[in-house]
């Protein structure tokens, strides 16, 4: 036998290692031996629940699948695959207004609960109908992204040229061919069709179109999340955009508390950025998020493996969770608190 790693190895070490008499006093107990099983068994029993609900609708974990752009560039099946595997883990699938894959081929590829990212454009027509048209097709929030009236400076793409494939949900609607010959090409076609007017007047604009709950993406002060529970918003997610807006903006872990304090409550608050262990969501929860958002974890999954790829990437998340909860001797969700962590600030006073 290779080196024991738990008890129950070393168990058949030592009915090897002695005479059957001996064996049996250490192991044995009295009678039917009911209660010596029972002292095991009754540990089997108790599981630790990380099921949670996010707007109502019930979770297999506090996580959600973040929306991220044109998952085609990651993987022939793009969306559709990252949905399955939502659908397969029990968690919510974020879809993003710039996904490759549509809204109806989404819809009809999986069960998954499912909420629909929207940037604005000029052409609020545009806007309207894929707002509507996510509705109609069963999804079951809107996730209005607050963060880019225009698109960050992102070097990398500037260098490589990048190209954005046609979006298939604006096909016919609008073209992504505004080629800008020296720079992104991304960039380029976000600074023609979004609206950077966009401001708080315009949730009521988008309450006028939609009977769905409304979650605003890429709050990071008190103040513009006070602003968004007065405008009506269902829930509030605390995002710098995975850092790809503006730079020297907080991390957002940083100032998650901030937000939630000022929330008290009124809304829930969601979290994305930087999510990449099971002590991470752990620590985003005992700081008072309902759940997190990851991005880039499922693009990796998906890139790699496809939807198993995501699918493992997920499961990844909440073996971990499970585990930090077990160490940390919380049965459910509702058991992490505030004191099961210290932030630097607490540290260095
Ligand atoms: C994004 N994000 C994003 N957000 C959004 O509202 N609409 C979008 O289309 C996209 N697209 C997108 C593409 C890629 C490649 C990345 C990495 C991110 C932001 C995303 O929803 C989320 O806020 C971050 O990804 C969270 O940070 P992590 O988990 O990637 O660290």
């Known amino acids: 036998m290779a080196e024991p790693v738990n008890v129950n190895e070393f168990q058949v070490l030592a009915r090897q290692a002695l005479p059957k008499m001996y064996y049996n006093y250490y192991t044995g107990g009295a009678e039917d031996q009911h209660t010596l099983r029972e002292n095991v068994e009754a540990f089997r029993r108790i599981t630790i629940d990380m099921s949670t609900a996010i707007l109502g609708y019930k979770t297999s974990a506090p996580i959600m699948i973040a929306p991220t752009a044109m998952h085609k560039l990651a993987h022939p099946e793009g969306e559709v695959a990252t949905a399955r595997a939502a659908a397969a883990s029990d968690v919510i699938m974020g879809l993003s207004y710039m996904s490759t894959c549509t809204v109806e081929e989404v819809t009809s590829s999986c069960n998954a609960v499912r909420f629909f990212q929207i940037y604005v454009y000029k052409r609020r027509d545009i806007t309207a109908f894929m707002v509507q048209r996510a509705e109609r097709n069963g999804f079951k929030a809107i996730i209005l992204t607050a963060d880019t009236p225009r698109l960050g400076r992102r070097e990398a793409d500037i260098k490589n040229k990048m190209v954005a494939p046609q979006l298939k949900n604006f096909e016919g609607l609008i073209s992504t061919e505004y080629v800008s010959d020296d720079g992104s090409n991304i960039e380029a076609f976000a600074a023609v069709t979004f609206d950077a007017s966009l401001c708080w007047k315009d949730i009521a604009w988008l309450k006028s179109i939609t009977n769905l709950p409304i979650l605003i993406k890429g709050v990071l002060t008190s103040e513009d999340a006070i602003k968004a529970v007065e405008v009506g918003v269902a829930g509030i997610i605390v995002s710098n955009h995975g850092a ?81 909860m077990t160490l940390s001797g919380c049965c459910t969700i509702n058991d992490i608190t505030r004191s099961h962590v210290k932030t630097d600030k607490e540290i260095c006073c």
């Open 244 to 324: 790809r807006q503006l730079d020297y903006a907080p991390a957002t872990i940083s100032v998650l508390e901030e937000v939630v304090h000022a929330i008290q409550d009124k809304v829930p608050v969601f979290f994305d950025g930087g999510v990449r262990r099971g002590t991470d969501i752990f620590k985003v929860l005992a700081l008072g998020a309902k759940a997190v958002l990851i991005g880039r974890a499922v693009v990796y999954g998906l890139a790699a493996k496809g939807e198993h790829g995501v699918k493992q990437v997920i499961e990844m998340l909440k073996n971990e969770l499970e585990l930090t």
